[in-house]
Structures are given as C-alpha cells and as structure tokens.
C-alpha cells in the first residue's frame, strides 16, 4: 500500500506520486492530503479569500463546445447582452461593498461592436470605481491585439480555459475546425502573458472518458504554462448539448464533488503561490461545494452579481445555482464557523501571489 504521508514529505512530486495523491481513496489519505493543501495555503497565499464580483455580460457565443448550454448552437436559449447601464450598476454595487474585483465574463465574440464594447466598459468601470476595482476579464480567445487594447484600458486579469489537455479528449468535446483548435487556446495564454495580464487557466473536472492521467497532464499543463491562477470545476452535463449523450459514463455527483475537491488540493501542493477559484458548478454538487473547496486549497470567490432578470440565460450547465444572492453567499462565509479560520478580505485586487514572483523573475519565466 502507498504511503501517502510519505509522498506528502518529499520536496518535489514525480507524476507517479501526483497519480498516488489524486487517486487516494480511504478517508484518512484524503484527510491528509487536504491538511497538507492547507497549510501549504496558508504558508503561501494565507488564510484570505478575495472576492471576484461576476457580471455574466452577454451569453451569445459564436462557438459551439459540445458541453456547454449557451453554444451557438443551442436554438433553446433566449440570448441576451447586457446594456451598459446593467454593467455599470453591477460594477458600482462591487465597488460600494467593497468586494476590491469583478470578472466580466461572457461568450465569445470576436466582431468589432463586442471588442469595442468591452474596451468601453472596462474604461467606464475603472472612472466610477476611481480606479480602484480591479477588472479581470473571460471573453474567449482575442486576438493580440484585442488583449493589448483591453489590457491598455484598464483590464489585468484574463481567465482562458483550456478544459483539457488531452488531443482526443479535447476534440471530443469541441468540434474539430479552426475556430476550436486547442493550439490557438494555447497561443492565446502566451499573448496573454506577454501583454502583462496574469492569466489563469484550468479543465474540467469528470469529463466523459476522462482519466486521472488526463488529470495530472491537465496540472503538469499548468505547471508547465505557468499560471497565475487557475479556475477549474466539475463537468456539470446540459440536457441541450451533444455530450448530454454521454451521461451514463459519468461519474455520480457525489463521486465528481469528490475528485474536483481532491484535484483542488493537489493542485495547491504542486504550485503553491497561485490564485484557485471555487468554481461556482461546484455549488450545483453540494450546497456548500464552493465553502469546501475553500477549506480544499481555493482562496478566491465569484459570487455573481449579474443582474437577476438576465441569469437565468447563461446555464453553461444545469442546476447553476443562479439564484445565490452574491452577499447572502458572503454573509454565509462570514458567519460560518467551520471555515478554519479563513475569512474574506474586503477592498483589496488580492492579485495572485505567483505573478508577482514571475514578473520579478524569480526564478520564473
Ligand atoms: S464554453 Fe465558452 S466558447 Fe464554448 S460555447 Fe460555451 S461560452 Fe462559447
């Protein structure tokens, strides 16, 4: 039998000890490994959680991922996108609680309206906020010149996901053409990176046909990408998709809730200074899935604060608790007393502490 607190000793992980602590089984290897996430949590990004208030701006998306609920494709969904004005007030309610960030995100678009609505709201944003919320965005793959121009406005966070790093995985789950290559994901990062963004990425957790192999090459990836923060969260299936077809492969609820925890953790061992969000999906698991994923290894939240009317639109997936009040979540955080002594910290970017060693040169490319 592996010794999982011996693993858990060693300086560095090999990709066969990775394998060991991601497919612990009994209690008491788990326990472990989520003792260790924490306190490498809080030797390196302490005991905060910072906030990202998150606008869902537009679900109109030109490409067609086989797993998500607002693909082009998708003829059940009522589009919509967000008028200035909405943006603006959702900004101005992070920036008056105090929340220190938001997140615009939306589906992609790459036409020349949508590219100049996003400048134009990240400017506008950074005047009523006196510059001091800070702005991170998830709109797809941009050109270079789009990240610059963003950049340059006042964004300097940019989430891009590449959902999984296995060739086949990844074209199983997207259609094979130009506008879904996963090299232009790839490419994407490191325009993001030369920009000046931090630039998080992540995968998905408990695809159909996914393997813990997959897994560890998803967080090598990351190592090997250089993240500075990285949001990953479980498959959630979406009745109105093609990989819908694949549910009976899926691992139980229970049993994803489980490995994205587990991978939460590891992930925090094996890269120890960035940013982890607790994926939002994670609450359609469990009801405390994201305050677990906290005590896992995340140190960053998302509470959305779209505006209500619009959020029932933008199901990437089922069950998304869309209607979690963003300060009811902060409330229940604040005032639980099982959190292990995190607590959030209000009015600060809580920029990811990996970043900063990078642009340093730390020893970090
Ligand atoms: S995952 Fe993103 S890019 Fe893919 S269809 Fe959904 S919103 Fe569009």
Redesign the pocket.
């Given at each position: 039998m592996l010794d999982i607190a011996n693993i858990l000793k060693e300086e560095s992980l090999s990709r066969e000890d990775l394998i060991a602590l991601l497919s612990v089984k009994r209690k008491e290897d788990r326990d472990l490994v989520f003792q260790k996430a924490a306190s490498v949590r809080c030797n390196n990004v302490g005991n905060e959680i910072y906030l990202r208030g998150l606008i869902e701006y537009s679900?109109i998306?030109?490409?067609?991922?086989f797993?998500?609920?607002?693909?082009?494709g998708n003829k059940q969904v009522e589009r919509y996108c967000l008028d200035e004005d909405d943006v603006i007030c959702s900004a101005r309610h992070a920036f008056e609680n105090d929340y220190g960030s938001i997140v615009i995100q939306?589906?992609?678009r790459t036409d020349q309206d949508f590219i100049n609505k996003i400048d134009s709201l990240v400017r506008k944003i950074k005047i009523i906020s006196e510059h001091k919320l800070g702005i991170t965005l998830s709109c797809?793959?941009q050109s270079k010149e789009t990240y610059h121009r963003w950049f340059e406005s006042g964004a300097h966070r940019y989430l891009l996901?590449f959902?999984t790093s296995d060739p086949d995985l990844y074209y199983k789950i997207?259609p094979n053409n130009k506008k879904?290559f996963l090299l232009n994901r790839l490419t994407s990062l490191q325009y993001l990176k030369e920009t000046g963004y931090q630039v998080g990425s992540g995968m998905m957790i408990g695809l159909p046909g996914q393997n813990i192999e997959n897994l560890i090459d998803d967080l090598l990836m990351l190592k090997v990408l250089n993240v500075d923060m990285v949001g990953m969260g479980p498959y959630i299936e979406h009745k109105d998709t093609p990989l819908f077809k694949e549910k009976s492969q899926l691992l139980t609820k229970n049993e994803r809730l489980g490995l994205s925890l587990l991978t939460i953790a590891v992930l925090r061992i094996l890269i120890p200074d960035i940013n982890i969000a607790a994926a939002t999906a994670l609450d359609s698991l469990s009801d405390d899935g994201r305050l677990q994923a906290i005590r896992a290894g995340a140190n960053v939240l998302m509470p959305n604060i779209t505006p209500l009317k619009y959020r029932e639109n933008y199901f990437?997936y089922e069950n998304k608790p869309y209607l979690t009040e963003a300060d009811a979540l902060i409330r229940k955080i604040n005032e639980s007393g099982s959190l292990n002594g995190y607590h959030i910290k209000l009015g600060e970017w809580g920029d990811s502490k990996h970043f900063a060693k990078r642009v340093k040169g730390f020893g970090l490319d």
């Open positions: 679900n998306c030109e490409k067609n991922c797993y998500c609920g607002i693909r082009a939306s589906g992609e797809g793959d996901r959902e997207h879904h990437l």
